[in-house]
């Protein structure tokens, strides 16, 4: 059976987009690269040669990955969503109950989890104790500076 790939319409887009331009710009851009080293002559000691073949093995092994993911997404679109309880792809209002300061994160896939831009992976430790609860919850998390406790003020679903 094949394992789903749960991510948000925005990261299926950027993927998508990464994968178009890896295949229709890079490719050809790194092909380029490996025929003018090549005209340079001797490939044994051809340093621009090696490093564009090690580009064209990176970027054809990420042109697997992205592929693959793609074809396993499974995509929620968190706009079209309702609801009281956090689920993924829900974008959540808290409040640390020790420093009262407050914090928006959005539930999102592994691969489109970025935390300086407030999206943090369904699988972290944060979005394993949201997922369930309502506004007016607390969770507590073992975060690596220790035990923080949040309240849930607010689930959006944008």
Do not use: C
Request: net charge negative; glycine share 6%; proline share 3%.
């Amino acid at each position: 059976m094949v394992e789903k790939v749960p991510m948000t319409k925005a990261g299926s887009d950027k993927l998508k987009e990464e994968l178009r331009w890896r295949q229709q710009e890079e490719r050809p851009r790194i092909i380029q690269a490996i025929s003018e080293a090549r005209a340079h002559g001797d490939l044994s000691e051809n340093a621009e040669y090696h490093a564009a073949k090690e580009a064209q093995s990176y970027n054809e092994g990420r042109i697997s990955e992205l592929e693959d993911v793609t074809t396993r997404a499974e995509v929620v679109d968190p706009a079209k969503m309702t609801g009281d309880k956090v689920r993924f792809g829900a974008t959540v209002k808290l409040v640390d109950e020790e420093t009262e300061e407050e914090k928006v994160y959005q539930i999102v896939g592994d691969l489109e989890a970025d935390v300086k831009a407030g999206k943090i992976s369904v699988s972290s430790p944060i979005s394993r104790a949201l997922i369930g609860k309502e506004v007016g919850d607390s969770i507590e998390v073992n975060a690596p500076g220790g035990a923080r406790a949040y309240e849930v003020l607010e689930v959006i679903w944008r």
